[in-house]
């Protein structure tokens, strides 16, 4: 191989056994399916459902899909719903 030639890699011989794009963890997505004033319910793709705290800027509507950045709920803040908690940092509609 000269200097100037690029290294190439071989075909894969399998599918990765594991995720190649991890999802990161302060990130929910998926549909919304429920309101109130200050909780929003958003329904993922695998059917986990998270109650979400605090006010939004968006005008959100049941069944829009939406990207949502979370933080834990404070010490002793209570849950807003029965689903799993997190604390509404931004949320940004897609599509």
């Known amino acids: 191989?000269?200097?100037s030639d690029l290294p190439t890699l071989a075909p894969p011989t399998a599918p990765p056994k594991s995720p190649t794009d991890p999802?990161?963890?302060?990130?929910?997505?998926?549909?919304?399916?429920?309101?109130?004033d200050s909780c929003t319910e958003v329904?993922?793709?695998?059917?986990?459902?998270?109650?979400?705290?605090g006010?939004?800027?968006?005008?959100?509507?049941i069944g829009d899909?939406?990207?949502v950045k979370v933080s834990p709920l404070a010490d002793g803040e209570e849950p807003c719903g029965t689903g799993l908690s997190a604390r509404i940092v931004s949320v940004r509609l897609v599509g």
């Open 55 to 61: 006010d939004t800027d968006a005008k959100l509507a």
């Open 43 to 53: 329904t993922t793709d695998d059917g986990a459902v998270w109650s979400l705290s």
């Open 1 to 3: 191989m000269s200097p």
């Open 23 to 36: 999802m990161p963890r302060d990130v929910v997505s998926g549909r919304v399916t429920g309101l109130t």
């Open 65 to 67: 899909t939406v990207s």
